[in-house]
């Protein structure tokens, strides 16, 4: 880049980067910044309204936007399921439970997996471009992402005019929203156009206005089914818009506003039959008519009702004055508390950007993926990630966050209907290892990942976790058919393992690891168990709680009853499998810790009630080392925040938010790219400061040396409880606990236990004496 002062910069480090902090332009806490334009895309800086999003470039004299639309996935309605797997179950049962794995995972994997064989991908709309004339020397330069008002801005002086762009994906108005201004009139030029990998195109609709239409993308034989349309508005003060070809060309403005539109003609998995040219005019109509500060306004407090639920406190020091980029560079230097605090709100962020009422879920990438093809489909991997993606929501003051999810899972029960019944001859419903826009249910991959029958049984925990926080009765009578049917689909498909005529699931496997007999395909992963303990659990206490279903209730606590239980291997370990194999497996140290289930996110295996697992549950952990992918790396910090240990999950923390693991824009890196371990970290923070599982709200259960002193406020507890918590040098110093239902409360401190009914709407304040 021709610019000196960048340069300088960039040379002198430390000293030059505080330097550029400029008193009118304060980083806040809460601001992710940056002295220069992103060179690639994990670089960029995202934004979202749960169903639209956009990655911020910010260079110079090319903007690029890159969008998303989280409708607009490959193929279309499509019902893969394999008429063939039925037949050849017993003959599968048969093989593992003779311990001829391999041969099992051989049949499985060439004749019971579903066709195709691979489930369709998330796509990318393209890119905005904005192409600005030639600058000259560049001062001041600035991109930052304000997580507060979930706004992004650029800045910078060029020929003595102060240019800024602010950009914002509005949940209200659902439009992206692009505002322009130079500090001198007339001097603002741009030529805007879009560029896709998407079968396309561009014209210019009105006077100011610019489409794209185009058809997603065939995969896999299944032929593209969607329409859709991205249309950009552009309005200008003063200066001149000349519509061209394919392109827009602003001349001599004051400022302008570029209002961008785009919608899919997706109406739910089973019907393609929408009208997205009808939905991107009225966005524009409805949006053009309001004035750029007031669709700010709209925007910004929409948010905030949301992200401001939450402040936390680590401590605050010099280093916060420097670029986010050069503060993930120097984590583990122990001096910046405050990055802990930034990668926990940004986690909040993207929830709140990727998962809104009425948009799909968090997908492998959240929202944000400029790729045709990109890694693992960008889809819904259900043996972890995304869960993972869900477990900051309810502590995290995010509940409604969750609903796109819970849409799911009740689509997911229709089509996994279907699997359950031609692949299985069973009841109730099943979802495999992964799923997408299309709400595929069967086997996919290869056998040694896909025959894995237990991942909506694993989503059925997030209805409940959300009735334990919310104690939402009205939610539970919605969720209670989807745990049921989940329910019933085991109860048709569970078999004796001949050794001690426990029940268990086969085939099956514990996501995605190899045993020593050769195959990942076995009977019984202690997972599946631990997923099934849940499950029938929740079942049988919503159905109580709802008074409904009794025989059933009894059936499957007699079921529950038979499951096998959990083991302790030869070397302490918790066993993964049936067997005793864990210290015999290819990879000791794999990514996947899936039997630790039990000890998080469920609390099968807890701290003080089960001493012998959690023991166990500790040398598994040890075996397989702290450092993985980044959602495996989270997932570790949790688990040793159940063990009560905060340094040691603060030390994975470090290994979480250093380069390795943490892209400059704050992206975690699996690597590459997935936004799981972003969540996962947000909730291991959560972990250490707050606990309520076990029937207990534990204040600071793992509260690491390096934050002594700090303050949270406005996490959630289950049973309903709204927590507020300040401590000092290491110690409580005072907990505020409101008490939104009025259920009985049981707080604890250390060994301090205090037990009280707070009435609801009133708040207990607890300094951790008796
Ligand atoms: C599971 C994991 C991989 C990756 C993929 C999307 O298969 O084992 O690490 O996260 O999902």
């Not at 650029?154 to 240019?163: L, P, R, W």
Request: aromatic share 8%; with cysteine.
């Amino acid at each position: 880049m021709k610019n000196t002062f960048l340069r300088l910069l960039l040379g002198l480090g430390l000293l030059a980067a505080l330097a550029n902090v400029r008193a009118d332009q304060p980083a806040g806490p809460l601001t992710l910044w940056y002295a220069a334009p992103a060179t690639n895309w994990t670089s960029a800086l995202p934004l979202g309204n749960g169903r639209l999003g956009a990655m911020v470039f910010g260079g110079v004299e090319q903007e690029k936007l890159q969008l998303n639309e989280d409708t607009l996935w490959a193929g279309g309605p499509y019902a893969p399921n394999n008429t063939n797997t039925l037949a050849l179950l017993p003959e599968a049962r048969r093989l593992v439970f003779a311990g001829k794995y391999a041969e099992a995972q051989k049949l499985i994997g060439d004749q019971m997996m579903s066709r195709p064989l691979r489930q369709m991908a998330y796509e990318t709309v393209g890119d905005l471009r904005l192409a600005f004339p030639t600058s000259g020397e560049v001062l001041d330069y600035r991109r930052e992402l304000d997580l507060d008002t979930a706004v992004a801005r650029i800045s910078y002086t060029s020929g003595g005019v102060k240019f800024t762009r602010e950009v914002f994906a509005s949940p209200v108005d659902q439009v992206i929203v692009v505002h322009l201004t130079a500090s001198q009139r007339g001097q603002l030029s741009f030529t805007t156009g879009w560029k896709t990998p998407q079968k396309g195109k561009v014209t210019v609709a009105a006077p100011g206005e610019l489409v794209l239409r185009g058809v997603n993308g065939e995969m896999q034989g299944i032929p593209g089914a969607l329409k859709f349309q991205a249309r950009v508005r552009v309005v200008a003060e003063g200066g001149t818009i000349t519509s061209n070809r394919d392109s827009l060309s602003v001349a001599n403005a004051d400022s302008a506003t570029l209002l961008v539109a785009v919608a899919t003609s997706y109406k739910n998995f089973n019907d393609v039959s929408g009208d997205p040219e009808a939905v991107v005019k009225k966005q524009l109509a409805a949006a053009g008519k309001k004035r750029f500060p007031k669709l700010l306004a709209a925007h910004v407090a929409e948010h905030q009702r949301l992200f401001r639920r939450v402040t936390l406190n680590l401590g605050e020091t010099d280093a916060m004055r420097l670029p986010t980029d050069e503060r993930i560079n120097k984590f583990s230097n122990g001096q910046d508390p405050q990055l802990a605090v930034l990668y926990f709100q940004f986690g909040r962020y993207l929830l709140i950007s990727s998962s809104r009422p009425g948009s799909q879920p968090a997908n492998l990438q959240g929202l944000w993926n400029d790729s045709m093809n990109p890694p693992w489909g960008s889809k819904y991997t259900i043996n972890i990630n995304t869960e993972m993606n869900y477990w900051p929501a309810e502590p995290g003051n995010l509940s409604e966050c969750v609903e796109p999810l819970f849409a799911m899972i009740q689509d997911l029960a229709k089509t996994g209907a279907r699997t359950a019944k031609v692949m299985y001859g069973a009841r109730g419903w099943v979802a495999h290892h992964n799923t997408d826009l299309w709400r595929a249910t069967g086997p996919i991959d290869g056998a040694q990942y896909g025959f894995w029958p237990t991942g909506g049984a694993w989503l059925c925990q997030q209805l409940w976790e959300h009735y334990l926080f919310t104690g939402d009765e009205s939610f539970l009578a919605r969720a209670y058919p989807l745990m049921r049917g989940a329910s019933e689909f085991f109860l048709d498909t569970l078999v004796e393992e001949p050794t001690h005529q426990w029940l268990v699931t086969c085939p099956s496997l514990s996501p995605e690891n190899a045993h020593p007999g050769g195959a990942s395909i076995c009977a019984g992963p202690t997972m599946d168990l631990e997923i099934l303990r849940d499950l029938f659990a929740n079942t049988i206490n919503a159905s109580e709680i709802l008074r409904t279903d009794a025989a059933l209730r009894k059936q499957i606590a007699a079921t529950r009853a038979r499951l096998a239980p959990l083991q302790i291997g030869h070397a302490g370990q918790l066993q993964e499998w049936l067997e005793d194999w864990d210290l015999q497996a290819k990879d000791i140290h794999h990514r996947h810790v899936s039997h630790l289930y039990g000890l998080f996110p469920s609390d099968q295996i807890d701290f003080r009630a089960t001493p012998e697992l959690a023991a166990a549950a500790k040398k598994s952990l040890e075996i397989r080392g702290d450092q993985a992918t980044g959602w495996a790396t989270a997932w570790r910090i949790n688990l040793w925040a159940r063990l009560h240990d905060g340094d040691h999950a603060f030390s994975i923390l470090e290994f979480l938010l250093s380069p390795q693991r943490t892209y400059p824009d704050m992206f975690d890196a699996h690597p590459p790219f997935q936004i799981d371990g972003n969540f996962g970290g947000a909730s291991g923070i959560t972990e250490m400061l707050l606990q309520s599982q076990a029937g207990e709200i534990e204040l600071l259960p793992a509260l690491p040396k390096a934050w002594p002193t700090g303050s949270v406020k406005g996490l959630r507890a289950r049973g309903n409880f709204n927590v507020d918590i300040d401590w000092k040098d290491g110690k409580l110093v005072s907990a505020w606990v409101t008490s939104l239902s009025g259920n009985p409360c049981r707080l604890r401190y250390g060994s301090t236990v205090h037990a009280e009914k707070i009435a609801k709407g009133k708040t207990l304040s607890w300094s951790g004496d008796k």
